[in-house]
Structures are given as structure tokens and as C-alpha cells.
């Protein structure tokens, strides 16, 4: 396939970077198909996963079980009245879901999904994704200060200082890793569990619990779901959100969620590596285990006050994480 | 070694496209009937009093300073994690010696009550 287009592009005399520009287009347009499959799928999950927690028995009329139910929101959601408020920063407004999805697609350029299949192997995909991820909150700081609305700017506002008290410790915990593979790709992770002869979990017992606690509030997902607290904000940052724009904040918060997903199977559970099946449906099974695993947490935990949500991040987990940097460090200068 | 950026741009400028190009597809579907009251920020069904985009509280200004000071000290880890390795015992004490200094930032932070909400 990348040698039949590249023939091709020879043949009409092109210079070299249109094959890779063309050959990035069609990776992407593959990972945006993907992206959205599992979005929908992981909405239909959640709803499912929901109600089955709270007895009940959730979508059941939409399709087989209401596996449709999703799709059927998606189209309804396209057709609906696209408001702007009169009082809002227009172009912020706008620009906001744009730069929500766009960096929720863009942390999949590293993620391997097997040792072939992945877009580009960067040499410092670590920082990449702590850079790339963090371009979420961004988005919804734009989206809550532009509505000009009092609940969306309260929203934004603990999504930032959220983000920024959680950030450090799911760096120290990612370096932690990093100490034990020697690099920053993400294969070479993969690779170095391998070499290790084990996954990093059994090395980084503190680690793990670091980072998921970070991940999920990055994610802005329950128990740290301040920034939306729907019984006091409405819909904190997206409150004056409609239609397909609102659409895009939750495609780019599972689209997160699944990429979050990925990135701890690939840190502490081995990535792809398994035995029997193909590597793929490994690192699938990895990935949705996670994902169950945060449901089943959001909707088993009340969500925590806000001043407690920030002691946690500073006074708990930063230690934690620089405790287990220490420990790893010593482990990488002894044994390694 | 730039060729490999290719890719971040491309997808970049694709998720970007794909949310425009829905909107766009979106116009031809969707009703539009503005009316003042429709186009009027959400403040539980009053009419909003004032600007929204001036209230907030300063604490998160604290938050945000100890970030920065922090945020900037763990990419110094970055390059030490990848090669402490070859480098042994004395990057180790180097970096230790770093990771205190870091540590009494964040006590001194915690006992100015930088980090409590009030």
C-alpha cells in the first residue's frame, strides 16, 4: 500500500514530502474513523455500564440492546439550532471545539497499537503527549471565558487550576517510567518491558496509582468532575454550548478517554505484548479494561469538594510520584 | 528528522477540518430562528446581571504560580531519565540533590498556606 502510492507519486514527478503528506492523510483519516467508532461505542458503554450500576437497565430501543442509541444522538445533535449567545467572544467561541478535537486526535499519532501499527514512532513521544494532552484545557478555558455566561467561566476556571494541580504528578510519574525504559519512545517502552522481562506495574506499584488517579482528572471524569458539576454549574464550561458544538467537547473527552486508555497500557501494563493473541486485540483488551475501570470508578464514587481535589493533587500524589521517582532511580542505578 | 512532523501537522489540520466541515454540513440541515431571549447568556431564566468575564476568585492566580515554578523544573528530568543509566551513581546524586531543592519549594509553598483553599 505505502509502496504502491509512493510508485505512484514518483511516477507523476512529485517531490518526496507530497508521499508524506498523502500517506499522513490517509493514516489520519484511518484514526479519525477509528476515534469515531470507538466513541460512539464508548458512549453506548458508558450508558450501559451506567445503568447497570444504578439497576437499571439503560438505552434498550435504539438497535440491539440500544447499540444504535449513540448514532441516533449524533444525528439529532446535527440537525439541532446552532446558538451563539449574543454577549459571546465570537471567534474564541467558535475556535473552542475546534482546538478540543483537534488535540484530542493528535495524541494518537504516537500511540502503538502494535509494533507496526502506529503513525509515527517520535523520538520524544512522552513530552509529546503531556504537550499535546494538556491542549484540552485550553479549550475549555476558551469555551468558558468566551460564553460570557457566570457557570461556564466558574467551569473553566476549575478545569485550569484542576489541570495544572494534577499535571505535575502525572509528569513525575511519567519520567519514573521513562528512568526504567531509558527513552521516550513509546515503543521503546513497550520494548524495554519486554527486555525487563516484566510490565513496569510490578516496579512502579506507587506509579500506577499516581498516574490513574491523574489521568482520570485530566479527564475531568468522577470523582473529579468539578469543572461540570452539573447539581451546582449546570454544565460548567459548555453551558452555552449547542447542537454539534456541544457534540465535539464529548467526542474529544472519549476520544481522551480511550487515548488515556492506551497510555497506561502502554506505561505500566506491557503495551501490546501477550501471549497467543496478535498484538493488537492485546493492546485492545488493555485499553477497554482501563476504560471499564474508570466507568466503573465515575459512577461508584461521589464526586470530591474542591478544596479537597486540590489537596489531593498537592499534598498526596506529588509526594508520592517524587517518593516513586526516587525508589525507581535507585532501582535504574543498581540494577540497571 | 523533520519528516516525521509531517504527520502531527496533517493530523492537526484534519481534526480541525473534520469539526468545520461538519458545521458546514450542519447549516444545510439545521433550523436558525434567533430571538433576543434565545441569544441571551444562561442565568437560571433571569436576566443576567453584569459581566461574566470579570468574577473570579484570585486563588487560582497561587495555584497557577507554584505550577509554573514547578511545571518548568520536571522537563530538567526529561533528558536526566533517558541517560541517568550511563551515567550512573553521580547523576544520580545530582539529580537528588535538584529533587530536594524541589521538595522545599513545595513545603515552603504548603507552610505560606499557598496551598490551602480558602
Given at each position: 500500500m505505502q509502496q504502491f502510492i509512493s510508485d505512484q507519486i514518483m511516477a507523476l514527478g512529485l517531490p518526496q514530502w507530497t508521499f508524506n503528506v498523502v500517506w499522513a492523510l490517509i493514516q489520519g483519516l484511518l484514526v479519525l474513523v477509528f476515534i469515531l467508532f470507538n466513541a460512539l461505542f464508548l458512549i453506548w458503554l458508558e450508558r450501559k455500564v451506567s445503568g447497570h450500576i444504578q439497576l437499571r437497565v439503560g438505552p434498550?430501543?435504539?438497535?440491539?440492546?440500544?447499540?444504535l442509541q449513540t448514532l441516533a444522538d449524533a444525528l439529532k445533535l446535527l440537525g439541532k439550532e446552532d446558538i451563539i449567545p449574543s454577549s459571546a467572544d465570537r471567534a474564541v467561541f467558535v475556535i473552542a471545539p475546534i482546538i478540543a478535537f483537534a488535540s484530542a486526535m493528535l495524541v494518537?499519532?504516537?500511540?502503538?497499537?502494535?509494533?507496526?501499527?502506529?503513525?509515527q514512532d517520535l523520538n520524544i513521544g512522552l513530552i509529546y503527549i503531556a504537550a499535546v494532552s494538556s491542549l484540552l484545557t485550553l479549550a475549555l478555558l476558551s469555551a468558558g471565558w468566551s460564553s460570557n455566561n457566570k457557570w461556564s467561566l466558574l467551569g473553566a476556571m476549575r478545569s485550569a487550576s484542576q489541570l495544572i494541580s494534577y499535571e505535575v504528578s502525572l509528569v513525575l510519574s511519567i519520567v519514573s517510567v521513562a528512568l526504567l525504559a531509558g527513552t521516550l519512545s513509546l515503543n521503546g517502552i513497550v520494548q524495554a518491558q519486554q527486555e525487563w522481562g516484566l510490565w513496569f506495574v510490578v516496579l512502579q506499584p506507587i506509579g500506577v496509582f499516581v498516574f490513574l488517579t491523574a489521568t482520570l482528572a485530566e479527564l475531568n471524569r468522577?470523582?473529579?468532575d468539578m469543572p461540570e458539576a452539573e447539581s451546582e454549574?449546570?454544565?460548567?464550561?459548555?453551558?452555552?454550548y449547542s447542537g454539534m458544538r456541544w457534540a465535539y467537547f464529548m467526542l474529544a473527552e472519549y476520544s481522551a478517554l480511550l487515548a488515556a486508555g492506551a497510555l497506561n497500557a502502554v506505561l505500566?501494563?506491557?503495551?501490546?505484548?501477550?501471549?497467543?493473541?496478535?498484538p493488537a486485540v492485546w493492546m485492545l483488551i488493555k485499553v477497554y479494561g482501563f476504560v471499564f475501570l474508570a466507568m466503573w470508578i465515575r459512577w461508584s464514587f461521589p464526586r470530591i469538594r474542591v478544596d479537597h481535589l486540590m489537596n489531593l493533587g498537592w499534598k498526596v500524589l506529588l509526594p508520592l510520584a517524587v517518593v516513586q521517582l526516587l525508589i525507581t532511580a535507585i532501582i535504574v542505578v543498581v540494577w540497571g | 528528522m523533520l519528516e516525521a512532523y509531517t504527520d502531527v501537522a496533517v493530523f492537526l489540520v484534519l481534526g480541525a477540518a473534520f469539526v468545520v466541515i461538519n458545521l458546514l454540513i450542519g447549516r444545510l440541515i439545521r433550523p436558525h430562528r434567533p430571538y433576543p431571549a434565545k441569544l441571551s447568556p444562561y442565568e437560571c431564566g433571569e436576566?443576567?446581571?453584569?459581566?461574566?468575564?470579570i468574577n473570579f476568585h484570585s486563588r487560582y492566580y497561587i495555584y497557577a504560580l507554584v505550577f509554573v515554578i514547578f511545571d518548568v523544573e520536571t522537563i530538567f528530568l526529561y533528558p536526566w531519565a533517558v541517560v541517568l543509566r550511563e551515567l550512573g551513581l553521580y547523576a544520580f546524586i545530582l539529580m537528588f540533590i535538584f529533587l530536594v531543592m524541589l521538595l522545599d519549594g513545595l513545603v515552603y509553598a504548603w507552610k505560606k498556606g499557598a496551598l490551602k483553599w480558602v
Open positions: 434498550m430501543r435504539t438497535g440491539f440492546h440500544g447499540a494518537y499519532v504516537v500511540i502503538p497499537w502494535s509494533p507496526n501499527l502506529i503513525v468522577a470523582p473529579f454549574l449546570v454544565a460548567g464550561y459548555s453551558t452555552e505500566f501494563w506491557g503495551g501490546w505484548s501477550g501471549p497467543f493473541l496478535p | 436576566d443576567p446581571i453584569g459581566e461574566a468575564q
